[in-house]
C-alpha cells in the first residue's frame, strides 16, 4: 500500500511527493516499532545526509538555480552543505562508533533491518534493539522530548 506525502525540499520552495512506505524508518514508525521521538530524529539525520550529498553519485549532478528573492540571510548551496555535514558529523559523533553502523545503514543508506543485520555480522532480530539505543541517543543529541 502507497502512502504519499508532500516534502519540501530542504533549502527551496520546490515539492516533492514521497512514498512514506518506502523508508525502513518509516515502515518501522507505522508499525510502532520507533516512537514518534525516534522518528523525528531519524528523519532530522537523513535531512542532513541528503542536504549535505554525502551519497555517492551515481549520476551528474546539475547545479540548482540560486534566486536572490529569498533574503541574504538564506545559505547558498555550497554553504548549505557544509552546514549540514558539520551537523551530521557532530550527530554521528553523539550517537558513538557501536550504535551509529546501524544507524547510517538503515537511516541514511535506506537499508532494511535485516540486510543491516547480516552486512554486519549480527544475530537476526537484534538490530531493532540496537537501532532503538541508536536513536534514543541521536534524539538526546537533538534535545528532543
Known amino acids: 500500500m502507497r502512502q504519499l506525502a508532500e516534502r519540501t525540499v530542504a533549502g527551496s520552495a520546490r515539492r516533492v511527493t514521497v512514498n512514506l512506505a518506502e523508508s525502513p524508518l518509516s515502515w518501522l514508525r507505522s508499525r510502532g516499532l520507533v516512537d514518534a521521538r525516534q522518528y523525528e530524529a531519524g528523519e532530522r539525520l537523513r535531512g ?11 549520476t551528474m ?5 540560486v534566486g536572490g528573492s529569498r533574503g541574504s540571510a538564506a545559505l547558498d548551496p555550497t554553504h548549505a552543505q557544509i552546514a549540514a555535514k558539520r551537523r551530521f558529523d557532530a550527530a554521528i ?13 538503515v537511516v541514511c543508506a535506506g ?3 535485516p540486510a543491516a543485520e547480516k552486512a554486519l555480522g549480527w544475530p537476526v532480530r537484534c538490530g531493532r534493539v540496537v537501532l532503538t539505543l541508536a536513536l534514543d541517543r541521536l ?3 537533538y534535545g528532543l522530548r
Do not use: C, F, K, N
Open 48 to 58: 542532513d545526509y541528503e542536504t549535505a550529498a554525502i551519497a555517492p553519485a551515481v
Open 61 to 65: 549532478r546539475w547545479a540548482p538555480r
Open 93 to 105: 559523533g553523539a550517537v558513538g562508533p557501536g550504535l551509529s553502523d546501524v544507524l547510517w545503514r
Open 111 to 113: 537499508e532494511g533491518l
Open 139 to 141: 534524539a538526546g543529541h
